[in-house]
């Protein structure tokens, strides 16, 4: 299933069902932080971290099973998140989305936040949008935050920031 947007202009409640959508199939983006953390629980980033060559950019995103473009850290067995306590911060927003340009769904609307026009959205598809027994109910402010915050980390992210965190990650392992 593909990510079909809903605009995203009041709170919603969510409870993620585990259907493993978000988890299969789709670019997840690493930031520097991102990739701290995984790593800090005690995950080699090679067996993590590929490379996505965009424009003249190159990006780092989370590696995926070959046989069912699965993420891997997905546990078959159980649906849930290996890293879920360290997990990237993509998959904190998702099924949300931020985006500095309207996409062109009927309904949208900027949202101003901290001096900033953003468009949000929610998966309309994912299951756990509104979904019965929702305890949580996200604001468009967190993922406002949330999308900021990525677009910040994702900024300073780089080839040479990743070297020099693999050094200081290997420094730290032998002290």
Known sequence: MRFKPKPFTRPVPFKCLHCLDCCRGRHVYLTLKDIERIAR???DPQ?????????NQIRFVLTVREWDLGCVFHDLETGKCGIH??????CRIYPFM????????????PFEYKGKKLWLYYDEGC???KAEGSETVISPEEIAEFGLKFE???EGT????LA?????LEGDSHE
Do not use: A, C
Request: charged share 35%; glycine share 14%; net charge negative.
């Open 47 to 55: 067996d993590f971290v590929t490379f996505s060559v965009e424009g």
């Open 158 to 161: 780089d080839l040479e920031g």
């Open 152 to 154: 910040r980390e994702l």
């Open 127 to 129: 299951p756990g949008i």
């Open 85 to 90: 306590d360290v997990n990237p911060i993509i």
């Open 41 to 43: 629980k005690g995950h």
């Open 164 to 168: 020099e965190l693999i050094e200081r």
């Open 98 to 109: 931020v985006s500095r340009k309207p996409l062109g769904i009927e309904g949208e609307k």
